[in-house]
């Protein structure tokens, strides 16, 4: 369902999936997604993108069928919000900017039968988690072959778990940050040559630069080869 609102366009989507896994486990799957995106246009170069998303649902917990740990579903939650800052030049140029905000949770309370009547509230694996996530990008048009991109971001995850993390208080967190440049030069009207390397950055990890080259011949109108050589860390 969509429609233009005055200066927005705007999107909603319903969605219902449901999953039955594999026989012999409780890993069935079942959810309800509503997404929200919508454009602002903000003048002849602005624009802003705004998308809101929800869904919930329940998935088998592949418990061991004992009183303590009987077979049961999780109750799962996920939301997110973002908000996107778009500039385009005519020339090509322009900016984005970037903010999303992400949370997810998986409920798994339930009721364990100790005796006749007497019952002790438990949830093995009940886990939250939230990230934010900020991005900058610049696009350059130095000339008419040559087009440059450059960008930032930066990101915040926390991961909060009584039984996965116990070691840790039951909650961990981390930041990242990535940096990432790219040129692309068209020497010939069917040749294009992109070299880009991304930096990525975490507190408790080290810090990796990831290289890549690539090129692409258009020999026909509809036709093209790509060759592209790059070394990754994950």
């Known amino acids: 369902l969509g429609g233009r609102m005055g200066p927005n366009d705007a999107v909603g989507t319903v969605q219902y ?22 454009t602002l246009d903000l003048g002849s170069r602005d624009s802003l993108d705004i ?11 592949d ?11 999780f109750k799962l939650r996920d ?9 385009t030049e005519p020339n090509g140029a322009g900016h984005r900017l ?7 949770t998986q409920d798994d309370s339930y009721q364990a039968l100790l005796a006749p009547g007497l019952y002790l509230p438990l ?41 996965f993390l116990v070691r840790h208080g039951g ?3 981390a930041w990242t940050g990535r940096a990432v440049v790219s040129a692309e030069w068209r020497p010939l009207e069917r040749l294009v040559a ?25 020999f026909a109108e509809h036709q093209a080869v790509r060759a592209s050589v790059s070394r990754n860390y994950r």
């Open 51 to 61: 998308e809101i998303g929800y869904s919930d649902g329940e998935a088998g917990a």
């Open 79 to 87: 939301s997110y919000q973002a908000l996107t800052w778009r500039r």
């Open 194 to 218: 992109n070299l880009n390397a991304l930096t990525e950055f975490h507190e408790v990890a080290d810090t990796y630069t990831s290289p890549r080259l690539g090129l692409n011949w258009r």
């Open 98 to 104: 970037a903010l999303t905000y992400r949370s997810t």
């Open 171 to 173: 909650e961990v967190s």
């Open 17 to 38: 999936s449901e999953d039955n896994g594999f026989d012999l486990v409780n890993d069935d799957k079942r959810s309800n997604n509503l997404r929200l995106p919508g």
């Open 123 to 163: 949830g093995y694996q009940d886990t939250e988690a939230d990230r934010i996530d900020l991005e900058f990008e610049q696009r350059l048009a130095a000339a008419e072959d040559w087009r440059f991109l450059w960008g930032l971001g930066a990101r915040y995850d926390r991961i909060r778990s009584d039984l």
């Open 63 to 73: 418990g061991v069928g004992s009183a303590i740990e009987p077979f049961r579903d």
